[in-house]
């Protein structure tokens, strides 16, 4: 048998795109409450807006209603949660975020509790969240030790087990972060048991544990070789063998992939603290993450376009469908789409004015409170509370500007702030 060798990925020379015209607005709009807004200014390094910062995450996720709460503020950090729902209410994704600026005058961007729901992914989720959070790091401080933290692993999604983590996190460029004197974060404090040992001396063992568990003499002994050799985490998620397919069950559900994956989305592979490394010219994940970046955004916008594709024609072939996903996800673009559709067929008034309705979210207010009355979880009361706000501030929507909505909505929104504003004369 011949040795096995491996082969780094090739990488490409892309311009990196993570600076955003939503980013350069990122302190525009409606604010935060004054000492917040203080407080992540002094942390942040600029100022920064409630209704800019959801702008800047609602583009991660198009279609969607998205949703900036439990922001706690303290000396040198700060803390946020991302929530982006369809008409209806329902969650599509969320985040928490962690910002700290460290004595060292470096700022650390922790990123923890990543959920993507399954039919919104393969649509770039993850990577522009990613994007925007590495561009915001990169506005707030030019220092080396710059960085974006996470811890690697799994996580429950709907009572089932999901060991993604380890896998998406290492395409994606990020190192193990005891590689680097800073170590692993310590904003917020894990379970997993780690000791001393450094991060990829424990994968090299894990993969020998699991390649015996898997493959049989003399592959055995060529993996335990080759696992000496890995030193980055993306070095094991690319590793693959030709005519070599594993199982691997994720989310109940049991596929056969290379070797690399197999292994790192498997009970072997342990959560591992991991950074990237914003500033340092030296960072070795720099580059892989700008292969594995183009070719996913690629991969999904061109997903994207089909999408609409299709929709577009379903709403001349079969109304009634695409009306009824449009319900739950479409931005303020289909419009005009369904307003020429209601002048051909008066006979599905009802469904296309509630489709435009949930578009331009009034539908949301009563999404979310029957959630809340139905699982009272924390996120969606937090979320409803904001989306209240919201409408009592004359911004009920981040996906429709008021500006983009009918004439009544506009009325009744004008109409509440000079009733507010006649009721503080008054009084």
């Known amino acids: 048998m011949q040795p096995l060798a491996f ?24 604010p935060f409450e004054v000492e917040q807004a203080r407080q992540m200014s002094q942390v942040l390094g600029f100022p920064v807006s409630r209704e800019g910062l959801t702008k800047l995450y609602e583009s991660c996720l198009e279609g969607s209603h998205c949703y900036i709460t ?52 393969g649509q770039g989720v993850s ?4 994007e925007q959070e590495i561009s915001l790091v990169r506005k707030g401080s ?6 974006v933290t996470l811890e690697a692993g799994g996580m429950s999604v709907n009572g089932v087990s999901e060991r993604l983590g380890t896998y ?35 994968m090299q063992a ?10 049989e003499p003399p592959l055995t002994q060529e993996l335990h070789k080759l696992s000496r050799t890995i030193q980055h985490p ?19 559900e049991v596929s056969r992939c290379h070797i690399g994956k197999a292994f790192m989305l498997s009970e072997f592979c342990e959560n591992y603290g991991a950074v990237f490394r914003v500033n340092d010219p030296k960072f070795a994940g720099a580059p892989v993450a700008r292969q594995a970046f183009t070719e996913q955004l690629q991969s999904a916008q061109a997903r994207l376009c089909q999408e609409k594709s299709q929709l577009e024609q379903e709403l001349q072939t079969a109304p009634e469908r695409a009306l009824a996903r449009l319900r739950l996800r479409g931005g303020s673009e289909w419009i005009p789409k369904l307003e020429a559709l209601l002048q051909k067929r008066q006979d599905l008034k009802v469904q296309i004015q509630e489709t435009m309705d949930g578009i331009c979210g009034a539908l949301l207010l009563r999404g979310l409170r029957n959630q809340v009355r139905n699982h009272w979880t924390e996120s969606t009361q937090a979320v409803l509370r904001e989306h209240k706000e919201r409408m009592n501030e004359g911004w009920p929507g981040s996906l429709c500007r008021v500006s983009d909505r ?22």
């Open 127 to 130: 990577i522009k969240i990613l």
């Open 7 to 30: 082969t780094p990925p090739l990488v490409k020379s892309v311009p990196n795109n993570g600076h955003t015209r939503e980013l350069a607005r990122v302190g525009q709009g409606v």
């Open 70 to 121: 439990d922001v706690h503020c303290e000396q040198g950090r700060v803390d946020y949660a991302v929530s982006w729902r369809d008409h209806e209410g329902e969650e599509l994704a969320r985040a928490e975020t962690h910002v700290a600026r460290h004595p060292d005058g470096s700022l650390e961007l922790h990123r923890s509790g990543v959920y993507v729901a399954h039919q919104c992914r």
């Open 168 to 202: 998406t996190w290492a395409r994606y460029g990020f190192d193990f972060a005891d590689n680097y004197p800073q170590g692993r974060s310590k904003l917020l404090t894990y379970d997993s048991y780690y000791g001393t040992e450094p991060a990829a001396s424990r």
């Open 206 to 215: 894990h993969f020998r544990a699991w390649a015996n568990n898997h493959t």
């Open 142 to 147: 030019k220092h080396t030790d710059s960085r």
């Open 234 to 252: 993306w070095e094991m998620a690319s590793l693959k063998l030709n005519g070599h397919q594993f199982p691997v069950e994720v989310g109940g």
């Open 406 to 427: 009918p004439a009544l909505y506009k009325f009744k929104i004008k109409l509440r702030q000079w009733v507010s504003r006649w009721h503080l004369t008054k009084n």
